[in-house]
């Protein structure tokens, strides 16, 4: 069975809303958008590198499906980005939509209306890994449903006070592992988390 890999940008309260330009995703007044681009670097890149290094396909709800079917099939060859872009527009796009007849970047597919039982039915199927980008209110769905393999963070020294959040309210209880842990120059704690079964609790009582 293949993983569900979360991987985002957040901030140290926990928003993940736009972080890669202003006009990303100004909804609900958020006035911050690009907040991650004054701590890309060295170490920031070849995180992202790694991260994509490996086979995938894509997992996506539909602002954030729209935002990169927007961009990246229209990224030239001689353009720093071409590499991502020949993946992200070659790859299987899973989307959570409600209008799948508008899906027109290539090898998009809808997950139906019943997101959690599709994105099971994928874990199922053989093939690479699925892979979250962006898509905060998809994640939270996948978060609350139980469904995330692995959590691959880059936490930014900076708060956020408002905008969609990784973790929601209904996140289902879950113990995670850290396997590895990275930070950047510029304090971007890059860390990677895979999910080690249930919650385990104690107390600190005097028998």
């Known amino acids: 069975m293949r993983k569900l890999i979360v991987a985002a940008f957040i901030s140290l309260d926990g928003v993940m809303q736009a972080p890669g330009g202003p006009q990303e995703d100004t909804s609900g007044g958020f006035a911050y958008g690009g907040w991650i681009v004054p701590y890309a670097e060295e170490v920031f890149g070849q995180a992202m590198q790694a991260l994509f290094s490996q086979p995938f396909e894509l997992l996506l709800g539909r602002r954030t499906y729209d935002i990169f079917a927007g961009y990246w099939p229209n990224i030239k060859d001689n353009a720093e980005d071409f590499s991502i872009a020949n993946l992200f527009n070659s790859v299987p796009k899973h989307v959570a939509t409600h209008t799948p007849a508008t899906l027109d970047w290539h090898n998009s597919h809808a997950l139906g209306t019943d997101i959690a039982a599709a994105v099971r039915s994928l874990k199922q199927r053989d093939g690479a890994n699925l892979l979250t980008q962006g898509s905060a209110d998809l994640v939270q769905q996948l978060l609350a449903a139980g469904l995330v393999d692995e959590l691959q ?55």
């Open 153 to 207: 963070l880059l936490t930014h020294p900076l708060l956020l006070g408002h905008g969609k959040r990784l973790f929601g309210h209904d996140a289902a209880a879950a113990a995670f592992t850290l396997l590895q842990s990275q930070v950047s120059p510029k304090g971007v704690i890059i860390s990677r988390y895979v999910r080690a079964g249930q919650v385990q609790t104690g107390s600190f009582d005097v028998v």
